[in-house]
């Protein structure tokens, strides 16, 4: 089994409590880890604020702080492509688990063209909606004891006999936090985005085959691997949208998977990861209502975005932009698509725009004379921690309410 790292404090059985090492792709995510951790340990950051997860290439506290985890938190290959091979080189032992194909996900799929269609509101994976969340709070008062649930969990670190031996010098964990602190010129490595929607060539149809979620190890008899066995959904190669940290009702899933897959490892601390995850799933329902109460005068305001990387958040709250002005954030506009939009534009009366700080808002011009709101879907410019969703998720609804207004 993979070292744990040794928290200093006792559990209620007397014992010392240890607490696995975890390592999440993206700063939204990594909040959300934190957040059911609580003080019991700190989740390593892969892609740092600011970075692009579409093409990263990690520094090597990162990589070393990968290949010791023992739990990898990620939002899958139609994010991240360029992660799925380290994560099966360096981090071979540990349990990795690719959010956007949990069956409690609720996924949307990629818009086409430069400018949308009005949305039904149906979400795939994980439910029907939402629209009642006063009871979530409760949903996970049953989690308090995990140890006695997961007897049957095979031992996460032994079943990977064929991980490769990285070297004595990953033996010691180095403080990763600060490791984080000096971010090296990423601008270089992220010139290229890649296509948001493309990307899902190892996401397929996430349907029922992964119910049963009861061996951890390498036979995974009941338990689909998430990352590679998608034979069968070839559907959803193509078209899932792979932002859905941008849905708080996804988060809320998430953080009770997160609390579950942690109880696996470090029973003793099961009552604490339920805990933190009924906290969080409580702090979700403020957070909606807040976010409610900031865009209800503006709803039904036609806007634009630069690229389609909102529409979980657009499509939770029912604030929906009307189109793009670009396919992805890696692709300049084409001629076409820019004065289909900005036909769109003016049929609506469309007075807002919305860029990224990564963004020149330049290109907007072509689009006439829109007032510019800037929103921040990863977190660039926030601390890194368990505030950082919540912020991040307010910040986007008040950008886009002074743009509308």
Not at 99 to 114: C, H, I, K, N, Y
Not at 191 to 219: L, N, T, V
């Amino acid at each position: 089994m993979r070292n744990l790292v040794v928290i200093f404090g006792v559990c209620a059985n007397g014992a010392w409590a240890e607490v696995p090492r975890v390592s999440v792709d993206i700063a939204p995510v990594h909040s959300i880890v934190a957040a059911v951790m609580g003080e019991l340990g700190q989740p390593d950051l892969i892609v740092p604020p600011g970075a692009s997860p579409h093409g990263y290439s990690m520094r090597p506290s990162e990589a070393r702080a990968l290949d010791q985890a023992d739990l990898v938190f990620w939002m899958g290959s139609g994010l991240s492509p360029w992660l799925e091979g380290p994560i099966e080189s360096l981090a071979g032992d540990a349990t990795a688990l690719d959010l956007l194909a949990r069956p409690e996900t609720q996924v949307l799929e990629v818009r086409d063209g430069a400018t949308f269609e009005a949305d039904d509101h149906d979400h795939g994976h994980g439910g029907d909606d939402h629209d009642d969340h006063d009871d979530h709070g409760d949903d996970h008062d049953d989690h308090d004891d995990h140890g006695d649930d997961h007897d049957d969990h095979d031992d996460h670190g032994d079943d990977h006999d064929d991980h490769d031996d990285h070297g004595d010098d990953h033996d010691d964990h180095d403080d990763h936090g600060d490791d984080h602190d000096d971010h090296d010129d990423h601008g270089d490595d992220h010139d290229d985005h890649d296509d948001h929607g493309d990307d899902h060539d190892d996401h397929d149809d996430h349907g029922d085959d992964h119910d049963d979620h009861d061996d951890h190890g390498d036979d995974h008899d009941d338990h689909d691997d998430h990352g590679d066995d998608h034979d069968d959904h070839d559907d959803h190669a193509e078209v899932v949208d792979p932002h859905a940290w941008l849905d708080p009702e996804n988060a809320r899933a998430w953080a009770a998977v997160i609390a579950d897959e942690l109880s696996v490892m470090d029973p003793d601390n099961a009552a604490e990861y339920a805990k933190n995850a009924s906290t969080f799933s409580n702090s979700i329902n403020e957070l909606t209502d807040d976010i409610e109460a900031i865009v209800a005068p503006i709803r039904g305001r036609p806007f634009v975005v630069f690229h389609d990387a909102y529409h979980y958040f657009e499509h939770r709250f029912d604030v929906e932009a009307v189109g793009a002005i670009s396919a992805t954030d890696a692709a300049a506009p084409s001629a076409a698509r820019v004065s289909e939009l900005r036909d769109k534009v003016a049929s609506l009366g469309a007075v807002c725009a919305l860029t990224e700080p990564q963004f020149n808002p330049a290109i907007l011009d072509a689009l006439g004379e829109v007032k510019l709101g800037e929103v921040d879907p990863l977190g660039a410019t926030l601390e890194v921690g368990p505030d950082l969703y919540g912020q991040l998720l307010t910040n986007m609804a008040v950008s886009l309410s002074n743009c509308l207004k």
